[in-house]
């Protein structure tokens, strides 16, 4: 029957170690012939059988599924975080309202600090890191001002807070859970439309779920086992992940 639908480290060496903390947590705690099994099941409709974030009920959502196949995104997530945010939610995971071991740091709003028109500029400066178009040097200096210290100078998703000890790209662990988006990442940046980065930008990631309606992850607690969640996210890390590396 169907079913319903980080480290801061202290030396360069550690550094080198946190890459594969991850992929390790997952294999030790699920299956992958089960989390195979249940992504066919459940995750594709969203997340797709190729892991493209294409399945049948993507185009109903924004922001877009998450990308599996991207690893210059997926990399800097750790298993923990993808487990908490299929067992919880979401939403859950970036209010803090379990438990975790996390360093949780959603998007925070920023409608008390600028005005709508220098938001629309930040997001066409955003969309400017793809496309070469050259920023305002008044969207230069609100980038800098607010939004380096995550997103990195170059807005790589390797500011200071993001990770200050691993370069970005090719991989890393995001210290800070979500990772800061890369704006440089054109897999990451297609699963948003202009008014979903305003509204992020202005309400920040749980306003913008909660105050205007964007869809978020669900929480599959209640329907999978604990090693079924961990199954999927070794299926997910082992089978989109490391084989597009």
Request: with cysteine; glycine share 8%; net charge positive.
């Amino acid at each position: 029957m169907k079913r319903s639908i980080v480290v801061l480290t202290l030396a360069g060496a550690v550094a080198s170690v946190v890459l594969f903390v991850a992929p390790i947590l997952a294999a030790e705690k699920g299956d992958f012939a089960q989390g195979e099994s249940v992504y066919k099941e459940i995750c594709f409709a969203c997340h797709g059988l190729k892991g493209d974030g294409k399945g049948p009920r993507s185009l109903g959502t924004m922001p877009r599924p998450q990308v599996f196949i991207n690893t210059n995104y997926m990399s800097r997530l750790t298993d923990q975080y993808m487990f908490e945010v299929i067992k919880y939610g979401k939403l859950a995971v970036l209010k803090r309202v379990h438990p975790t071991t996390q360093q949780i740091m959603p998007m925070p709003p920023f409608e008390h600090t600028l005005t709508d028109e220098q938001i629309r500029a930040l997001v066409t400066l955003e969309r400017g890191f793809l496309s070469g178009a050259p920023p305002s040097a008044e969207a230069q200096q609100l980038f800098q001002a607010n939004c380096a210290v995550c997103h990195g100078a170059e807005g790589r998703g390797n500011g200071v807070m993001a990770s200050p000890v691993q370069p970005a790209p090719p991989h890393f662990v995001s210290r800070i859970q979500p990772a800061p988006a890369d704006y440089t990442d054109p897999l990451f940046m297609a699963r948003f439309d202009d008014a979903f980065l305003f509204w992020l930008i202005k309400k920040g990631r749980v306003g913008v779920t909660e105050e205007k309606a964007y869809v978020t992850m669900n929480a599959y607690g209640q329907i999978l086992s604990v090693k079924e969640i961990w199954s999927v996210v070794r299926y997910i890390r082992e089978h989109f992940i490391k084989k597009t590396r």
